[in-house]
Structures are given as structure tokens and as C-alpha cells.
């Protein structure tokens, strides 16, 4: 099995950019497909919303950025289409009249599940509609944090074997976005049904941008047009702020780019560093008292994080049954009856509302997915149930959906400010700052990162 240090011998030494060199270029607007996306970066706000008026809010912070969490992973593809175009024609409206110059991010998976390119064509029609026609779609997955890197065009995951090619891991066996190539310039083949032929797509590597620096990437990105493809090798923050550095130069020169990123690009996009985690100072001004741990995401790796909060201790489990839930007959007493339970339980401990582990899968894609929304929704119903009974000192949600309809269904998130990490560069903390869940710190814990052990340390960090 690779290893990191594998992959990166022989490649030319790190460049090294201080996160303060990346400044200037318009205000960073990232259509989030689930609210995962924030798990880099601190003090940005968050978005359930996207009315004139909260995207006005969004843009008017000083951070440089705003998230609009659309969760249209979630959706089926045509759904996914509409909901960009209805968002992106919201934005114009509320950057013209705050008087900014959006760029704007189509923010996915680091293991390249979501609707891609349709998420990307839907944007590019509509900027074009508006007068703003795309050069360039700039494709950048790595997540070195996650252990996602990229290096001569394939897409490596950090397992617990070793590196794998992003094509041979689970992920790219998923039900709905599954896939072959790790390569990703045919994997934009692949997605794109052979539209775009991979000997199309402009491949800005490591060498690029270690040794060329962004002066030379930016002329290779002043290049580009209709809308062509162009997928970046990253393996460390810096080779991505070079990146940023030399998306600002090309954008400064009238090239027009779309970006289609995974979460640690927006850091380096808007000259922040790494922080630490929130430590335990910061997080007791939230309170104290038992949370809520809601667990949507099925993927093995959340499974194995189960079982090592169990280990941790204190807590109870809640099971939601799937093929339950499938039945309309029998779905919202097994709902009423598990949030009462749940309820109960955070007098005394934390409370975990989890859905069955074995994976229902439907007869294809869209069944697949319709399934998917299906427990989302029974689990979302719990959870609303559960915290109207009791309060929890926090709420921590396990799983990309399963983040994105609690925070909006379940507890009424309209706006957030994303305060931080619990663990480095992985999962977040919101901080609502309207409706009944203002002040209850909101954890977002994507369903695959970190280890079997991950679980349990960000619960203990809250009990602290």
C-alpha cells in the first residue's frame, strides 16, 4: 500500500506562502452541497437561507467569504440544477446592491461524490445569463487535513491501509455519485459522458505550482476558455495558497473562473491559517449539560466512531430502524416513541438518535436517493421531536445530509457563524446567531474523516 511520503518523493520542495500574501479579488460565495464545507475555516458565516436579504447579511462580513449551505447532494439532478440558478440569481441581486464582485464556488466532496458537472453547468449558464460568461471551471478536491491530496492529476484518500486512489475506495462505490477514476482529468471524462475528453482538460500540477509559483499558474489560467476544464494538484496548504495567489492574478486580468472545490481551498482562497482547536475555555462559555449526538451518515468509518464513543461512556443510543421508517404505517409512531426515549435519556447523559446500519439501497440512483431523504427526514422529525422535549447543551450531527436538514429542519438555522474546529481542519462549530437554537453550539461532523476514536474525542471536548 502508498504512502504519503511515497507519493510526494521526488517532487519539488514546498513553497512556502504566508496566508497573508492571499489578499484582494472579490468576495467568495460558496454554494455548499452540504454544510461539511465549513469544517476548514473560523469567524465565516453560514447560510441555510438564500434570500436577497441573507445574502446581504452574508456579504457584508469582513471575513471575505460566506457559505450557502444548498444541500443539493441531497437532491435529485434536476432539483440540483434549479437550486443553484435560484441562488445564484438571489446573489446578483444582493451584490449589486451591496456593491461587491462575488466569486463564486461550488463547494463538494474531497471524495468527489455530488452532481458534478451538472452542479457546474447550472452555475455557468446562469453567470452567462447574467452577463458574467465562465473561461474556466477550476476543479480542486484535495483536503490534506482529511488526508485527500492530489498529485499528477489522481486523487489519492487516506485510508487505514495506507493511500488509496479515490477510484478504488468506498466512496467511489456510492450508490447515487459512484464512479472509476481516480485520475481526474478522466474522471472529468467519466462524469461528463465523454463531452469533455480528458486530453481537453488543462492540468496545472505539483511542479506547477512549486516550482513555477503563480506567476506561472496564473498564465496558464489567463489561457483558458469556454468554460474548459482545469483540475489542480495540492497536497499541503501551501501548494493551495499558490493556487489562490494565481487565481487572483488571472482574475485580476478579466479571466473569469468557476470553482468546483473541496473544503480546504476556501481557506487558503481567503488568507487563513490553520487554527487550533476550540479549547476548553471557549467552549465552556456555551454552558453545560448532556447534548444530542444525531448519527445519519452510514459509511463503516462512522460505524467504527460509534463504537469508540461507546467505549468513552455516558451516553444512551436511540436506534431508528430503517425498514421502520420505509413503512408509512408504523414511521411516526417508531419516531415518537425513540425522540420520547431520547428525551428522557439527556437528564441524565448524552443521547445518541441514530438510524440502522445496514444500508437500504434502491433499484437505482434516484431510488437510492429517494430512500436516502426518506430516514434523512424520519431522523430530522426525531431530532425536532427530541430537543422540543429537552434543550441539549449542544448538538452534534453525524453525516454531510444528515448536518445539513438538522440544522435547517430540525433546529431552525437560518444564520450561523462558523466559530472554529473541534478537531484540526475536520469538524465544525456554528454558532447560531437567530431563532430558538441561538447560542447552542451546532456541531458538523462529516461521516468520513477522522479515526474510529474521533467521535468520542469531540463529545468529551464538549462535556468539558
Known amino acids: 500500500m502508498t504512502s504519503v511520503e511515497e507519493l510526494l518523493a521526488g517532487l519539488p520542495p514546498v513553497r512556502p506562502v504566508d496566508p497573508g500574501e492571499v489578499t484582494g479579488g472579490g ?3 460558496v454554494l455548499d452541497d452540504d454544510p461539511t464545507g465549513t469544517q476548514t475555516v473560523a469567524d465565516v458565516p453560514v447560510l441555510t437561507s438564500w434570500s436577497v436579504d441573507d445574502l446581504r447579511w452574508g456579504l457584508r462580513h469582513p471575513s471575505r467569504a460566506c457559505f450557502v449551505l444548498t444541500n443539493t447532494r441531497s437532491l435529485a439532478a434536476a432539483d440540483a440544477t434549479a437550486r443553484n440558478r435560484e441562488v445564484l440569481d438571489a446573489l446578483v441581486v444582493a451584490a449589486e446592491a451591496e456593491g461587491v464582485e462575488p466569486v463564486v464556488a461550488s463547494r463538494s466532496d474531497s471524495t468527489l461524490r455530488g452532481h458534478f458537472p451538472v452542479e457546474t453547468d447550472a452555475l455557468a449558464d446562469d453567470l452567462a445569463r447574467h452577463g458574467r460568461p465562465v473561461d ?88 483558458v476558455r469556454d468554460r474548459q ?5 495540492a497536497a499541503c496548504d501551501d501548494d493551495l495558497r499558490v493556487l489562490a495567489s494565481a487565481l487572483l492574478q488571472a482574475e485580476s486580468r478579466g479571466t473569469r473562473l468557476l470553482y468546483r472545490i473541496g473544503p480546504a481551498f476556501v481557506r487558503a482562497r481567503i488568507g487563513q491559517a490553520a487554527s487550533p482547536p476550540l479549547d476548553a475555555a471557549a467552549l465552556r462559555a456555551y454552558g453545560s449539560g448532556h447534548g444530542l449526538i444525531a448519527v445519519g451518515s452510514h459509511v463503516g468509518l462512522t460505524t467504527a ?23 408509512p404505517a408504523s414511521r411516526d409512531d417508531h419516531v415518537a416513541e425513540v425522540s420520547a426515549r431520547a428525551a428522557e435519556a439527556m437528564r441524565r447523559c448524552d443521547a445518541v438518535v441514530r438510524t440502522s446500519r445496514t444500508l437500504v439501497t434502491g433499484a437505482d440512483a434516484d431510488e437510492s436517493l429517494a430512500i436516502a431523504r426518506t430516514v434523512s427526514a424520519a431522523l430530522v422529525d426525531a431530532v425536532a421531536a427530541t430537543v422540543r422535549r429537552h434543550q441539549p ?23 450561523a457563524i462558523t466559530r472554529g474546529t473541534l478537531l484540526p481542519g475536520i469538524v465544525s462549530l456554528w454558532e447560531p446567531v437567530a431563532g430558538g437554537a441561538a447560542g447552542t453550539p451546532y456541531v ?12 468520542a474525542r469531540v463529545v468529551g471536548s464538549l462535556r468539558s
Not at 229 to 233: A, M, T
Not at 305 to 327: I, K, M, N
Not at 393 to 409: L, Q, R, Y
Not at 449 to 454: L, Q, R
Open 305 to 327: 466512531q460509534l463504537a469508540g464513543l461507546r467505549e468513552l461512556g455516558g451516553v444512551e443510543e436511540f436506534e431508528l430502524d430503517v425498514p421502520t421508517l420505509l413503512d
Open 444 to 455: 458538523v461532523f462529516p461521516g468520513n474523516v477522522g479515526d474510529e476514536h474521533a467521535l
Open 136 to 223: 474556466g471551471v477550476v476543479i480542486v478536491p484535495a483536503f490534506p487535513d482529511a488526508g485527500r491530496i492530489t498529485v499528477d492529476s489522481v486523487h489519492w484518500a487516506r485510508t487505514a491501509a495506507g493511500m488509496v486512489p479515490a477510484g478504488e475506495t468506498e466512496f467511489a462505490r456510492d450508490a447515487t455519485f459512484g464512479y472509476r477514476s481516480s485520475d481526474l482529468r478522466e474522471w472529468v471524462e467519466e462524469k461528463t459522458g465523454g463531452r469533455t475528453a480528458a486530453a481537453d482538460v488543462l492540468a496545472i500540477t505539483v511542479a506547477d505550482l512549486r516550482s513555477g509559483g503563480p506567476q506561472h499558474v496564473a498564465e496558464l489560467l489567463s489561457g
Open 27 to 29: 468576495h467568495l460565495v
Open 393 to 415: 447543551a449542544f448538538v452534534v450531527a453525524k453525516g454531510g445530509i444528515t448536518s445539513s436538514d438538522i440544522a435547517t429542519e430540525a433546529l431552525g438555522i437560518r444564520r
Open 229 to 233: 476544464p482545469v483540475v489542480v494538484d
